[in-house]
């Protein structure tokens, strides 16, 4: 579905000046779209971009299986370092992706989201040396994910939080809730107030 672009002073401009649905809710609700793979700087473009137009919130709607860990740190910088709150709304979060739902101010799950929490992979390639570098480049990761979970809200010791990632941890929507990742589950009313 596409719809017209409009001018400042409200009128349509030519018929071939035309937006698609992600273009348009990004514009009018200020809403960015991570879906997929987590991998392109496209969405931090996005942040600085609507944070240059105006303070009001910016909404993330997450649907992804996470991806690159590197990206999601610099995600995870931009969204600190804008002047724009961001709320976040999470519908399937996994890996790297769940670091982005935790760290919105205001932090929403759809009612049937599923999030999930696990130490970083990575690729040993290369020959003994380089396998101790990228060991030892997995092990910063590991407690930069730990450092961003606590100061996003987990309730929780550093070890506490190691244990529960060591393997797939999986979390139904009150059990994220629970653990800090995010606030509330999302309703027609929250949703209206994303859509205004």
Same mark, same amino acid.
């Given at each position: 579905?596409?719809?017209?672009?409009?001018?400042?002073?409200?009128?349509?401009?030519?018929?071939?000046?035309?937006?698609?649905?992600?273009?348009?809710?990004?514009?009018?609700?200020?809403?960015?779209?991570?879906?997929?793979?987590?991998?392109?700087?496209?969405?931090?473009?996005?942040?600085?971009?609507? @944070?240059?137009?105006?303070? /009001?919130?910016?909404?993330?709607?997450?649907?992804?299986?996470?991806?690159?860990?590197?990206?999601?740190?610099? +995600?995870?910088?931009?969204?600190?370092?804008?002047?724009?709150?961001?709320?976040?709304?999470?519908?399937?979060?996994?890996?790297?992706?769940?670091?982005?739902? &935790?760290?919105?101010?205001?932090?929403?799950?759809?009612?049937?989201?599923?999030?999930? +929490?696990?130490?970083?992979?990575?690729?040993?390639?290369?020959?003994?040396?380089?396998?101790?570098?990228?060991?030892?480049?997995?092990?910063?990761?590991?407690?930069?994910?730990?450092?961003?979970?606590?100061?996003?809200?987990?309730?929780? /010791?550093?070890?506490?939080?190691?244990? @529960?990632?060591?393997?797939?941890?999986?979390?139904?929507?009150?059990?994220?809730? &629970?653990?800090?990742?995010?606030?509330?589950?999302?309703?027609?009313?929250?949703?209206? /107030?994303?859509?205004?």
């Amino acid at each position: 579905m596409l719809y017209p672009r409009v001018t400042e002073k409200g009128k349509l401009v030519a018929d071939d000046q035309v937006v698609g649905v992600r273009e348009h809710l990004s514009r009018r609700n200020r809403i960015i779209f991570l879906s997929g793979q987590i991998g392109e700087a496209e969405v931090l473009n996005g942040f600085l971009a609507l @944070d240059s137009l105006s303070n /009001e919130p910016i909404k993330l709607v997450i649907t992804s299986g996470g991806g690159d860990l590197d990206i999601a740190f610099l +995600l995870y910088d931009t969204i600190n370092l804008i002047r724009s709150p961001v709320w976040t709304f999470g519908r399937y979060c996994a890996s790297a992706a769940c670091l982005l739902l &935790a760290v919105g101010q205001k932090r929403y799950l759809s009612p049937h989201a599923k999030v999930m +929490l696990h130490l970083p992979s990575g690729q040993a390639m290369g020959d003994a040396r380089d396998w101790e570098i990228q060991h030892a480049e997995m092990q910063k990761y590991k407690n930069k994910m730990v450092d961003v979970l606590i100061e996003c809200g987990v309730q929780k /010791e550093r070890e506490s939080i190691l244990k @529960d990632i060591d393997r797939d941890k999986w979390f139904e929507p009150e059990e994220a809730i &629970a653990y800090g990742l995010a606030d509330k589950v999302m309703n027609k009313e929250t949703m209206g /107030e994303w859509l205004k």
